[in-house]
């Protein structure tokens, strides 16, 4: 009779699963045999972007929209190429309905958004103990748009917006739906 312990058992169980996998694979090769190469498409162009951009203001513009806020996310990566993640510490872009975005990051992720950056787009850095929705409001101020209406992607998360108004208090945020969701799907 064949004695097992608790390592052995694992050891044994790990050996017949890769068998079990292995004889698995070689017969999804074997059937492979037919398939082609599948091309990849090319990669999104800077011009592509700054068309999807120019689409975005045109939207903006004929839904009374005069920003729209997009925070990490894969809409931030339509718009300009930045693939970033969420966390506690914002990076967004802010699209306004004329002229250049601008991105907003914290000051140590700089050089990493800079690389990542698929179009012109000024960078506005913030440090730890500075408020970064006042970058954008003070964006917005500079394109006389602080009271105007600001569109908010639909994925933006509810601190964003809560303190966003907080700095325009004139401004009325809205759905960017009109302009991102039009564009996207």
Partial sequence: MLKLNRRSFVAASGAIAATSLTGLARGAVGDAGDLKPMLLPPP?????????????????????????????????DYFTGIQWWRSERLT??????????????PFFERPS??????????????????????LVADFLAERHAAAGRIGME???????????????????????NPVVRALRM
């Fill in 44 to 76: 999104i162009s800077r011009s592509e972007r700054l068309q999807r951009i120019a689409r975005a203001q045109a939207l903006m513009r004929a839904n009374d929209i005069a920003a729209v806020l997009v925070e990490s996310g894969p809409s931030l």
């Fill in 113 to 134: 958004i800079a690389e990542q950056l698929g179009i012109a787009a000024e960078i506005r850095t913030w440090n730890e103990d500075q408020e970064p929705l006042k």
């Fill in 154 to 176: 639909e994925t933006n998360r509810f601190f964003i917006l809560d303190r966003l108004q907080r700095q325009l208090p004139r401004a009325t945020l809205v759905s960017a």
């Fill in 92 to 105: 967004a872009a802010i699209i306004p309905a004329t002229g250049e975005p601008i991105i907003v990051t």
